[in-house]
């Protein structure tokens, strides 16, 4: 009987260790649900925000559920801890969600979070509580791009194992608090695009672990300390825009690691680049406008990493060095307005990866062989204007050939229209200004690209838009400005896509088509100082922004109906022959605030009506047959009450002006700021 009590045992105690172990497996291998009050907070916290009624838009939080079977970390943008069930993320960037942060929000009850993302949501300019720094053990904080304002909570300076800061691109004002440079762990700070925000820069000290600085523009102001230099971990440092005086020190040379540099826009004293030689890493520099001087140093060459170059706007003289054109990695390049000379090198062909290049407005000089960039056939934009060089061209077609979506070849001494520009299929915008192109536009160019939006061909001697064209073709032309030629003949009607048409100082005649009564995006008509005769197609009126027709021989009355919707700023009627009164509906444009119609044959009494517009600044009225007093028209309680230029010179005007506008016209005390307002005045005005 002792064997079959043994085995029975045996079986008994194998059972028993089973269970065990499938009980520990299961513990082991079973996922820990979240906790019960986090996920209640994680829900509060949904409740008080509100989500994007977009159909389009996807929420992280459409997936949060307050069933009892919904596992929080399973949820969208939350992660728990796999040990312990808490939860320690939290991304809901770019979520569609607005709401309003509040200090008693149940997000501040996950206690055990690291990393908190809000970034590109809606948060109504609410500020960042300074409850957050309940939030103790973060180590990366998103808010970018999220419309929170206000000041950053002086708080943050004790989040010990903060390595990560992102604020940027908000509302942020008031002072940044300078402690949170001092915190041990971080790494990367960005506050970059809070243009309220000031502050200023510490002592740093070699401890230091930070690795990305950017402040762009706030109002960060102060001089730059020496001790940056000690920030040996820096890889990226953007200064730029920012109210920054004194000058560059020295010791960013010693920042060996960066590879990324902007002082973009900085107020700094007139410096030198000889502390750029030992940033061999870099392959961002940004620094235009930053007061610069001197010749470009070789030594620029040591930066062989180097992809984007803007030295644009500073004071740079001498010739362009040649080794730079060993420098095969640029991609972008912009020398703009600087004063270099010399001649511009047909070494340009080397630097194969060129996508931009920019060498606007200096003093370069000689022969410009068109070929020396048409060859580099990753180039997409070449500005060579207002040089003092001359660009050839010929009709050889490389089949290599750039395809450029911009390019500005201004006052470079052309004598006809490139070419090389029938080929030229994806280009969006064309400037040739300001050359010697006589004849008329080459019908193909209107067709060369689908992409084209904007062309400027102002200054040149054309004499037509194209042979026999009465209507110009393009699919996407947004702006033709061909003013200041030789054209002669009827206008030619622009593409249906137009929204500004600057044809003014020309040799133009016929009336205005009919046709352009058909161009609903246009918004902005320059047809000044031509000989164009007819009446004023009432169509226009209402829905341009910007009306000139002055100078040229337009009859009969000005069109009589514009509606409440009118949405004209500025006026131009002036040196016609524009007989009768004045439109009662003009009152109706609110946004008026030129209106320029002196020297026409109106005949009126003053228009005192017009002092309900609130934004008009100018009102001539010079050379007409306006007569009677200048009294001010019951009801209107502060007539004209932005104007700053008037003239009622040579018309019929009777008794004296009203001492109500006097008192009122307190905007001429102010410089306009803009300065075009003067342009309008062809008399001498009275100080009054």
Known sequence: MAAPSSLLFSLFFYILCSACVNTIVNAVTSPILCHEDEKSFLLNFKKSLTLSSDSSSYSKTASWKADNSSDCCSWDGVECDKDTGFVISLDLSNSSISGTLHSNSTLFGLVHLRDLNLADNDFKNSSIPPQISYLSRLSSINLSHSSISGQIPFELSGSLDLTSLDLSSNFLNGTFPVAIFDLPSLTVLNVSYNQNLAGYLPVFNQTSSLRALELDSTKFSGTIPASIGNLQSLTKLRLGRCRFSGSIPASIGNLTELTFLSFTNARFEAGKLSWLDKLTKLNSLYLMYTNLYGEIPSSLANLTKLTTLHLQMNHFTGEIPFQLFNMTELINLS????????????????????????????????????????????????????????????????????????????????????????????????????????????????????????????????????????????????????????????????????????????????????????????????????????????????????????????????????????????MDLSQNRLEGQLPRSLSNCRMLRILDLGDNKLEDTFPSWLGTLPQLQVLILHANRFWGATASSPGIGSPFPMLQIIDVSQNSFSGDLPLEYIKNWSAMKFLPSDMELYAYTRTPIPVI
């Open 335 to 570: 020398l703009f307005d600087n004063q270099l000379t010399g001649s511009i090198s047909s070494s340009f062909s080397q630097l194969i990866n060129l996508d931009n290049l920019n060498l606007k407005k200096n003093n370069f000089s000689g022969i410009v062989e068109a070929d020396v960039f048409l060859s580099l056939e990753k180039l997409t934009f070449l500005s060579l204007s207002q040089n003092n060089i001359s660009l050839l061209t010929n009709h050889l077609i490389n089949s290599t050939l750039s395809h450029f979506t911009g390019l500005e070849l201004d006052s470079c001494n052309l004598k006809e229209i490139p070419y090389f520009l029938k080929f030229q299929d994806k280009l969006e915008t064309l400037s040739l200004t300001g050359n010697s192109i006589h004849g008329q536009v080459p019908a193909w160019l209107w067709n060369a690209s689908d992409s084209l939006v904007e062309i400027y061909l102002f200054r040149n001697f054309l004499t037509g838009m194209g042979q026999n064209l009465s209507v110009l073709p393009g699919t996407s032309l947004r702006v033709i400005d061909i003013k200041d030629n030789m054209l002669k003949g009827n206008l030619p009607v622009p593409p249906t896509t137009i929204m500004a048409y600057y044809v003014a100082n020309n040799k133009l005649t016929g009336e205005i088509p009919s046709k352009m009564c058909g161009l609903r995006s246009l918004k902005i008509l320059h047809l000044f100082n031509n000989n164009m005769t007819g009446p004023i197609p009432s169509c226009l009126g209402n829905s341009l922004s910007v009306f000139n027709v002055g100078g040229n021989n337009f009859s009969g009355m000005i069109p009589q109906s514009y509606s409440e919707k009118c949405d004209l700023r500025v």
